[in-house]
């Protein structure tokens, strides 16, 4: 029973993540992605984060409650800018 | 497991193993000292990942250092060595696939060392030299000469026209306005517009060795005198202060000096934030005898208990990284499934250097 209960709730939260790409922009240097990174993983609902400064871009892995706006939110106060990715 | 060994130039038994051709009138054997350096990481740690290392490795600087043996050992099944990249630096490419077990490396390195001073007088310089100094003249990414860096070194200068008095000029101007802020992560970042930024806000500059060496080599560069810095590693006890020396583990010791070029002289050795750390680590005043008289000794010298690196800034590495254009290359470089390793926390590599000096 145990095992079926901890299986449906895996399934839940693999069903409500979601997938973004971000642009992300202020980048300077390498060790900028490091600052982003942990930024967005302070974002309450950020599960993943992956930085790249030479495409700048993020892929983020979130839940269902994280918006475009808390996560931009959230790397605005390092200094940096995120909106979509084409 | 896959092990792979390899040792470049010659190791010989003793701890003398290099020509008399090493010395130069101006040098006496008193200021040789040969360091043995063992690197070693452990990146088990990062299980099932990709994971990938550049490391700077030194190579021979005429009248200073001497690389005289490299070797590695290293479970992986790719590591070699290459200077294939814009700067030449000599680099380690370590490689570990998802599935190996362990991820080590252990990187040795011996090498002598005189301290380089300049005498300052006029000697023929090679005219390849002159040209291919000029590439240092060069903005880049990160050591811009136009705006705010060209307007300070035009007020530094002023109607000075002698390259080497301008360099002086700038040198000074650099330890006068600067102080060693501890709380910098690293080196510094090295940009120039950030610290200028900052002494019109506060009047003053901090930052550290990187930071106030970029600024200089902007100046230097703005003011039509080739420059570069140099990043390197302290790796031994200074006779001048305990604030320029190293103790054995030098895993946190990395340092960037500098160097600048003057036609009838050559690239000339200089270290002004050193003068800013003698300041805070001696509790002494920037303008006192001691201060004075090291900031005279430290424009064209740098001591053998440093070993120079590379001089290289916004440049691509070889093999190409994920992340792209690297600003400097002083710390080891790390990728783990393509992303970045903080270079600066050597805990993510399980990395060690430790440093020994040979008795001669």
């Known amino acids: ?86 | 497991m896959h092990r792979r060994e390899f040792m470049t130039k010659t190791a010989l038994a003793g701890a003398i193993c290099f020509t008399p051709s090493f010395l130069t009138a101006t040098q006496t054997k008193t200021t040789l000292a040969v360091y043995d350096i063992n690197w070693t990481f452990d990146l088990t740690h990062h299980g099932a990942q990709e994971c990938s290392l550049w490391i700077p490795l030194p190579s021979d600087i005429p009248e200073f250092q001497s690389v005289l043996q490299i070797g590695a050992a290293s479970d992986s099944k790719k590591s070699f060595q290459t200077a294939h990249n814009n700067y030449g630096s000599a680099t380690l490419y370590t490689h570990w696939e998802k599935s190996a077990a362990t991820k080590t490396l252990n990187l040795t390195m011996r090498v002598a060392l005189h301290d380089r001073q300049c005498d300052f007088k006029r000697k023929r310089v090679c005219p390849d030299e002159v040209e291919s100094s000029q590439e240092f003249l060069a903005p880049t990414v990160h050591i811009p000469t136009d705006g705010t860096v060209a307007k300070t070194a035009q007020k530094i200068v002023g109607n000075e026209k002698d390259p080497l008095k301008k360099a002086r000029k700038i040198y000074d101007w650099i330890i006068a306005n600067s102080y060693r802020d501890e709380s910098v992560h690293g080196c510094g970042v090295g940009s120039p517009n950030a610290m200028l930024s900052q002494l019109e806000k506060e009047g003053r500059m901090g930052g550290k060795c990187l930071d106030m060496s970029a600024l200089c080599v902007a100046l230097m560069r703005a003011s039509s005198i080739p420059a570069r810095e140099v990043m390197g590693i302290r790796i031994g006890p200074s006779r001048l202060s305990a604030a320029f020396g190293a103790k054995e583990d030098i895993t946190k010791s990395q340092h960037c000096k500098m160097e600048f070029f003057i036609p009838t002289i050559g690239w000339i050795p200089c270290d002004p934030a050193d003068i800013t750390k003698l300041v805070l680590k001696e509790e002494i005043d920037p303008t006192s005898k001691r201060a004075r008289e090291l900031a005279d000794k430290f424009f064209g010298f740098w001591e053998n208990n440093w070993m120079a690196f590379n001089h290289a800034r916004d440049f691509d590495l070889y093999p190409a990284n994920a992340q792209g254009t690297l600003d400097s290359f002083g710390y080891v470089y790390g990728e783990v499934d393509g992303e970045y390793l903080d270079a600066f926390e050597p805990s993510r590599y399980r990395y060690t250097i430790i440093s020994k000096k040979l008795p001669l």
Not at chain 1, 29 to 34: E, G, K, N, P, Q
């Open chain 1, 1 to 86: 029973m145990g095992r079926i209960t901890l299986g449906l709730l895996l399934l839940a939260t693999l069903a409500y993540s979601k997938e973004w790409k971000l642009h992300i922009g202020g980048m300077h240097c390498i060790a900028c992605t490091l600052a982003v990174k942990k930024a967005l993983l302070g974002v309450p609902g950020v599960k993943e984060a992956k930085v790249n400064f030479k495409n700048e871009t993020a892929f983020v892995i979130t839940d269902e409650t994280v918006t475009l706006r808390s996560m931009q939110n959230g790397v605005a106060q390092t200094g940096y800018t995120a909106k979509l990715a084409p």
